[in-house]
């Protein structure tokens, strides 16, 4: 099956600082991925859908200031968590809709991030 | 509006306990399609199946089978001969065919001892 991958798959920072995330699908191009966010022992819940080349659109309750999102080219959104706080420590997971296959989603293997 | 419920928080059985996961969801539409994840530990996502509203027949894949019953708006599943390895939480999802966004339900946990 397709690839996505993220990266980093861990990272700690410092109250305050921005964090960047990257998502890329490997082997086929994406125009949609989403970005979800899942708090331990909960479920997944979107944060965000990312179009290439247009503005990313937030659910309900997610800061689009805080939450930034780029998907500047087919194999690559990123999301960065700016001036992250210790209730932003979660586990980030994108997946990615080929371009070449509407019905089909796939995941990347996730981003743990601990703010302390 | 969609919603996903997996009434069961945890589930423990014994290896090789027959175990069933129940999962409602609720649409309006009448075309969407239903999704089986396993997070492991690690917590990457593995893919089980997707099934399409139109499509009702059941599923059986090696110890794993599916039940979808549209009256009861209910897709089940089912690991036989269950596992240590089967370990893990289970995820339902919904997807409505005119959207790509999943839907997940909040979760079922399984925990297989030896």
């Known amino acids: 099956g397709a690839v996505v991958s993220q990266h980093p798959s861990r990272v700690i920072c410092k109250s305050g600082t921005s964090v960047k995330i990257e998502c890329r699908s490997l082997?086929?191009?994406?125009?949609?991925m989403f970005w979800y966010r899942q708090f331990p022992k909960q479920s997944l819940m979107l944060m965000a859908t990312s179009n290439e080349g247009s503005k990313a659109t937030y659910e309900q309750g997610v800061e689009k200031d805080k939450f930034l999102i780029n998907h500047a080219s087919l194999t690559l959104s990123t999301l960065t968590v700016t001036s992250a706080h210790p209730e932003d420590s979660s586990f980030y997971i994108c997946s990615a809709i080929p371009e070449s296959s509407y019905n089909e989603q796939f995941f990347g293997p996730g981003t743990r991030l601990t703010v302390l | 509006a969609q919603k996903v419920t997996q009434a069961q928080t945890e589930i423990s059985v014994v290896e090789k306990e027959d175990v069933t996961l129940d999962c409602v969801y609720e649409t309006r539409d009448t075309t969407y399609y239903l999704f089986w994840y396993k997070q492991p530990p690690s917590g990457e996502l593995v893919f089980l199946i997707r099934?399409?509203?139109?499509?009702?027949q059941n599923e059986i894949s090696g110890r794993y089978s599916w039940n979808f019953q549209k009256s009861t708006s209910s897709f089940n599943f089912t690991i036989t001969a269950s596992q240590v390895v089967d370990s893990a939480v289970y995820f339902c999802a919904l997807r409505n065919t005119g959207f790509q966004k999943l839907v997940f339900g909040t979760g079922t946990r399984l925990l297989v001892s030896p």
């Open positions: 099934r399409n509203s139109f499509d009702e």
């Open positions: 082997d086929f191009q994406a125009t949609t």
